[in-house]
């Protein structure tokens, strides 16, 4: 229900009724067309059940007549009683069997599809930390999609070490966001391996919610610890935020879910470092979604190279 009300909320805010109106009726002519074709079909066998053995009796007795053959009280009795027997298993389980096998052979192909997909290595990302690496990628080569002939990554090798900034630059397509899913186990590699010693903690472009408290969304289930806590409210350039109506003293502990409360986007993606500041270290894009350059260059100094450095 809760999705329910989620995408009704999104199609008014963009006034996107009319266009999700027309896509709406043309797929349900669609049904509707299939629906009816499968009502003609039971609605015939349905009828032949009712009206079949009548039929068949009457012809029967007809053609005997028409051939001047002698019917006895005895062979009507048996007669109608054979017809009526064969009603049941030709007009109604015979139909009725053909439904099922066809429903049953779809299934089956359904979970053929499904037992024949590839199977996923179990891969072991998480290592204990040895102090000496963070990541370690070797000879790294994957594919989103098996069937083409151009790898997402290919041969790739490189180190990361406790302590270390490590940034990925390249144009649109290049595979940024391939390379994080690869260190999150999300891009299973065809050839080489990823090592990551330690834990980790992955911040996307667009920050993700779960209902509850502002605080529960920042501690994500971590031992609330005061002076941590503020530090991070300060590197994340949300101190001067308190004076404003969202952030009052009790905002903290002000229940929401996503959509009920109106967040400046800035915020969000304030939440997002908070989130980062509060554990270790994945980041995609972090600045794109600062309109101000100099809340950029606060979280950038105070956040990445302040508090994550010292995690």
């Known amino acids: 229900m809760s999705e329910y009300v989620t995408g009704i909320r999104t199609i008014k805010m963009y006034v996107w009724e009319n266009l999700f109106e027309n896509l709406i009726t043309r797929l349900r002519r669609k049904e509707i067309s299939k629906i009816l074709k499968s009502s003609y079909l039971r609605g015939m066998y349905l009828t032949s059940f009712f009206a ?16 001047d053959n002698l019917i006895t009280a005895s062979q009507v009795f048996v007669v109608v009683t054979l017809f009526e027997a064969l009603r049941f298993s030709s007009t109604l389980c015979f139909p009725m069997a053909i439904e099922k096998v066809s429903e049953a052979v779809i299934s089956i192909r359904r979970i053929k599809n499904f037992l024949l997909l590839d199977e996923m290595p179990q891969l072991q990302l998480q290592l204990p930390s040895d102090g000496e690496r963070t990541v370690d990628v070797q000879d790294f080569t994957a594919f989103w999609d098996e069937e083409s002939e151009t790898p997402t990554l290919r041969s790739l090798s490189f180190t990361v070490r406790p302590g270390e900034l490590l940034a990925v630059v390249g144009p649109v397509g290049a595979g940024k966001s391939s390379l994080l899913r690869a260190l999150l186990g999300e891009l299973p590699p065809s050839q080489g391996k990823v090592s990551v010693h330690g834990r980790i903690a992955y911040v996307s472009q667009q920050p993700w919610m779960f209902p509850g408290t502002v605080r529960s969304n920042i501690l994500f289930g971590k031992k609330y610890e005061k002076d941590r806590y503020e530090k991070v409210i300060r590197a994340c350039a949300l101190q001067e935020n308190r004076e404003h109506h969202m952030m009052n003293p009790h905002f903290p502990t002000t229940r929401f879910s996503q959509g009920q409360l109106c967040i400046d986007p800035s915020v969000s993606r304030y939440r997002g470092f908070q989130d980062l500041s509060y554990f270790s270290w994945l980041m995609m894009e972090i600045l794109s979604f600062f309109s101000l350059w100099s809340c950029a260059l606060h979280v950038m100094t105070h956040t990445v190279n302040g508090v994550l450095l010292l995690v």
Do not use: R
């Open 52 to 67: 079949a053995s009548k039929i068949m009796i009457f012809v029967t007795f007809i053609t005997n007549e028409f051939l």
